[in-house]
């Protein structure tokens, strides 16, 4: 008869929480902070509009833009077809 061992295995994990550093502890000075402050707000005029864009016609009608895309293709269709008639020599009154 066998004899089967278990062996268990216990692992612990700690993790260790820091707490943020205050800014003087990083040696940022009132000054460097509000100079870093008025550059922030000097970038955020780069992306005033990217929130509130104005939506392109496609973007807002797709719907009526495949349709249009459709027809445009249609009319391209039956223009060729025309005009190979034309050139096979096929004329209607």
């Given at each position: 008869m066998l004899n089967t061992e278990k062996e268990?295995?216990?692992?612990?994990?700690?993790i260790r929480v820091v707490e943020p550093k205050s800014d003087?502890?990083?040696?940022?000075?009132?000054?460097?902070q509000n100079s870093a402050l008025e550059g922030a707000e000097f970038c955020g005029g780069l992306f005033e509009f990217a929130e509130n864009a104005?939506?392109?016609?496609?973007e807002r009608?797709?719907?009526?833009t495949v349709c249009a895309v459709a027809i445009a293709f249609i009319v391209?269709?039956?223009?060729?077809?025309?005009?190979?008639?034309?050139g096979a020599g096929y004329y209607w009154p």
């Open positions: 268990y295995i216990r692992a612990n994990v700690s003087r502890e990083y040696g940022l000075s009132q000054a460097q104005p939506a392109t016609f496609a009608f797709p719907r009526v391209a269709a039956i223009t060729v077809e025309i005009e190979c008639l034309h």
